[in-house]
């Protein structure tokens, strides 16, 4: 006759088997969970490089901004017309040349149309530079760069866009840039300097090209350079290479004039 069993022993080993199928029914929820943690993290680790991917991809479709202004041709001073060039190497390379290859005399102007002192001698100065150059003895290198305020790079890159686009009215705009520089423009912005193009003579692409700030980097990268020029403000004045004292008015002529006649 079969022993009847004990109901604690089998009580027991009910509590026992329920205890074991849950601790396996725990360890298949982890087991889950972390298959689908691992899961998550490879897709978040591909959305990432597809992406990263897309921003790259659409960099590299963005025309960069500050591309060299690279023109020559020629254009009227003091009712003369002269050669000029910009951006095309050499002297050019970080600036505006103005004048005869075969000028006797060459001067290189760092200048910023945000710094007070650069108005005052484009103001004080621009006849004088201008007769020089219509009379075949002066060439002039205008290196535009910014270590003053924001309209510095601004006005910077329009002047390099009226030189590209329309060399013939950049004599012209340079000056007005300077003589428009006030602590009002200094807060002006590309449509602003778009604006003041036109109505200085710049055409359509010259306007397209300010509004756009094609050649803003082309103005931070002569700041660089200027530094290794030994420029350390301005306006610097170096005349046939060598780095002088800003000269003005009739002391800038008669240098001008006794370097042309030797």
């Not at 193009?197 to 300010?210: F, R």
């Not at 509004?211 to 403000?233: E, F, L, M």
């Not at 610097?236 to 008015?249: A, C, P, R, V």
Request: net charge neutral; aromatic share 6%; glycine share 10%.
């Amino acid at each position: 006759m079969a022993k009847r069993p004990d109901p604690a022993v089998e009580d027991r080993r009910r509590q026992a088997r329920a205890a074991a199928q849950a601790a396996a029914a725990r360890a298949k929820r982890r087991r889950t969970l972390t298959q689908l943690a691992i899961v998550g993290g490879v897709a978040v680790v591909v959305i990432a490089i597809i992406a990263t991917a897309v921003v790259l991809g659409r960099r590299d479709q963005v025309p960069a901004a500050g591309s060299t202004p690279v023109a020559s041709g020629s254009t009227t001073v003091g009712g003369t017309s002269v050669p000029f060039a910009i951006g095309g190497g050499d002297d050019t390379a970080t600036g505006v040349r103005v004048g005869a290859a075969d000028a006797k005399v060459t001067m290189d102007l760092w200048v910023d149309y945000s710094c007070p002192h650069c108005q005052e001698f484009e103001a004080t100065n621009n006849g004088t530079i201008d007769g020089l150059v219509a009379a075949g003895k002066l060439a002039v290198v205008y290196h535009n760069i910014q270590i003053v305020t924001d309209y510095g790079t601004e006005a910077g890159s329009a002047s390099a866009c009226m030189a590209v686009h329309d060399p013939n009215a950049w004599p012209a705009f340079n000056a007005a840039l300077y003589a428009n520089h006030s602590a009002q423009t200094d807060g002006w912005g590309a449509s602003d300097l778009a604006s003041f193009a036109a109505a200085n003579g710049g055409g359509d692409a010259t306007q397209k090209c300010v509004t756009d700030g094609t050649y803003r980097n082309w103005i931070t990268a002569n700041t660089a350079a200027s530094a290794k020029a030994d420029v350390s403000g301005t306006p610097t004045m170096f005349i046939d290479g060598q780095k002088t004292d800003t000269l003005s008015g009739q002391a800038l002529a008669d240098r001008v004039n006794s370097l042309a006649s030797a």
